[in-house]
């Protein structure tokens, strides 16, 4: 078996696709024992960027044009020329989905397309107008008629029943490797503990409901914010970062909030370590890779329903919050009263959570059955309608 995987972005600033993606494709690679080359658009990615990938081939493809389209004739080509028997397409609205059109359905190969939350109502509303030419020209083809698609979770199956697609669905988390250390104490060098978001400086993250929380808690509870930290770690996307700057310079919570920037590597890994409690209000997602991570180091979570992890609040490694302030202040002033015994339970429920349903091993089998039942095999049970 031959497969191909086309991504419009390697960087870093692709958010979780820099972690996901590129797991997703080597742990299927090593559970089929498949040949497989990742096509993406651009040509100016890092080593670094590349070497995430091994031991998969990676295609880079010159872009024509202002760098939003992608358009990119080369990739069209690459693909062509490796001529894989299966083409796995992530995320929509990009040239890679042209490409996938294109090299996939015109040609009459098999595909798969992972939407990775980009069908999901909030998502479709986001700057709209934009999709509406790829959504004419290529989308729509493209989901509708697709022989398969991969959803993280039940959530996202049915938004692309609601979109309009009928075929069936391979329902597939991301996952995560396990980390081979014990996790460090939860405090900073003043003895105050840590409460960690982690991920994309972004408006449907939910940050400026969780700093204004942040502030309504320290307001209302004497002795909070002597005894917490809030971190703010992730990349600014759009320019967004300013705005939540300014927001905790006029709140007057600097003392008590920090603004990381980009975590990767060693320093991804302490912040990881040092996490009391990890916080994530969004608004919509697929499936957060950096819940899955925060689990992984023994962090219970507090996480809104539309992060997609509902095993997390049956399993007790998370509490529910909605991406409001009065309910993200409610869970600030839980964590701040919960004994420490009610915390270190919640610990070891999320480290159990993750070893048990969400390695990449098994979503690297459970991928590599569905490509092999794509490609004339047996039918596998995490594929539905």
Known sequence: MKFAVLVASISKRSGGFYYSVPAFARATVNASGARAALFVNGNDYSKEDCDRWSP?????????????????????????????DLLHNHGVWLYNSYVTEKCGRRRRKRYLLSAHGMLDKWALQNSYYKKIIPRVLYENRLILEAPCMHALNLNEAESFRDYGYQGPIAIIPNGVDLPFVKQ???????????????????????????????????????????????????????????????????LNISES??????????????????????????????LPMAVLEAWSYGAPTLITRECNLPEGFEAGAALEIRPEVDSIAQALLVIHNMPSMGRAQMSNSAKRLVAQNFTWDRQGERMASVYQWLLGGTRPSCVHG
């Open 184 to 250: 460090a104490e939860n405090r900073a060098a003043d003895g105050r503990r840590s409460v960690v978001f982690l991920g994309r400086i972004h408006p449907k993250k939910g940050i400026e409901h969780l700093v204004n929380a942040w502030s309504k808690t320290c307001r209302e509870v004497p002795d909070f914010a002597s005894s917490w930290v809030l971190k703010i770690a992730g990349f600014d996307d759009g320019g967004y970062l300013k705005r939540c700057q300014q927001l905790i310079h006029d």
């Open 257 to 286: 909030v920090k603004v990381l920037g980009s975590v990767y590597g060693d320093a991804k890994e302490r912040l990881l370590m040092e996490t009391e409690w990890f916080v994530l209000p969004s608004f919509s997602e697929g």
């Open 56 to 84: 998969i081939s990676v295609y880079q493809s010159q872009i024509l044009g202002p760098r939003p389209y992608s358009f990119s004739p080369q990739m069209v080509r690459q693909v062509e020329a490796f001529d894989p």
